[in-house]
């Protein structure tokens, strides 16, 4: 839609986006709401792993590994935490967002969905208006400190083996769609909240590979990405379902706004860091990547930082 000062009063709507008019207009036209809403999702409550159970999903997870049933598997739990009384998810999600200014937060509320509040730091899939596709292999985790920081961060074989089979895992998506021309960038160490991850970024320009339909085909291939699931594909998810022991819902799922910068513009994020907000609780979410040489406490330990992210807001927000 473009506004034209020469005539106040009236909007050029594009053909793309004409079939929205209608809904659009009658949601201007709408009262104000005196309360909103929030829906809870009807699915059982997961299951919550305690410390023993977590890290003997890692020591399986390992085995598994170690007998060559995976590459690499994505194990991850849940968490269950009270809510703070009078908590207000539209105050968390303003919160997050003045916390987690480089991640992209979200706050969903949806019947039969429930309502969803993150910041996650992870890119999957983006086309841009001046046509350019990108992605990015986000993994391997450590805290960042006054003395650990991006220019610091020594970084263990197991975390840069994790990182790399990440970026490997997408380079394979671009081989099956026979794309050679990409440009990679990294893997560099960023900053992710409290975190630090090792990032490496991918770039196709639409402009000069004759690939109309890439983000849609890149985005198909690419869920659920290692770095969620893990390699190969269906071997990782096989494991997960059969040892991981609840639903995660639309954790590790993915979200973003699709047309609304401009016509054919996405951008699309890795539901990470993550919370689901029931009656009187909170589900969080978090996982680790396993490789043959992972140390099950110090993925409990993983997934307790990762869960910090996004529990501070429970303690640091409410309805007053």
Partial sequence: MLYD???????????????LVPNLTAWLAAGAVAELTWHHS???????????????LVTTGVAAIEAQQVLKVV?????????????????????????????????VSVPGVGTWLGATPEILAEVTAD?????????????????????????????IEEQALVARYIVNCFKQLRLREYHETGPRTVIAGQLLHLRTDFEVSLKHVPFPSLGTDMLRLLHPTSAVGGMPKTAAMHFLQQH??????????????VNVVAP?????????RC??????????????????????????????????????????????
């Fill in 275 to 320: 919370l689901q907000v029931r009656a009187d609780e909170a589900i969080l979410y978090a996982g680790t990547g396993l490789t043959v040489d992972s140390d099950p406490e110090r993925e409990w330990q993983e997934t307790e930082m990762k869960l910090q992210t996004i529990s501070t807001v429970l303690s640091t927000v409410n309805g007053e």
């Fill in 42 to 56: 009807a699915q059982p409550v997961p299951h919550a792993a305690t410390q023993a159970e977590y890290t003997q």
């Fill in 131 to 159: 046509g350019t596709f990108r992605t990015m292999a986000l993994a391997a985790t450590q805290p960042l400190t006054a003395e650990v920081t991006p220019r610091t961060a020594i970084w263990r074989q197991k975390e």
């Fill in 244 to 257: 991981e022991g609840y639903d995660r819902a639309y954790y590790s799922g993915f979200l973003g706004p």
């Fill in 264 to 272: 054919g513009s996405a951008r699309l994020y890795v539901n990470l």
């Fill in 5 to 19: 000062t020469g005539q106040p009063g009236t909007v050029a709507v594009s053909p793309q986006a004409r079939e």
């Fill in 75 to 107: 194990t991850s739990r849940a968490a269950r935490r009270a809510l703070p009384p009078g908590f207000d998810p539209l105050a968390a999600f303003v919160a997050l967002e003045r916390k987690y200014p480089l991640a992209f937060v979200s706050l």
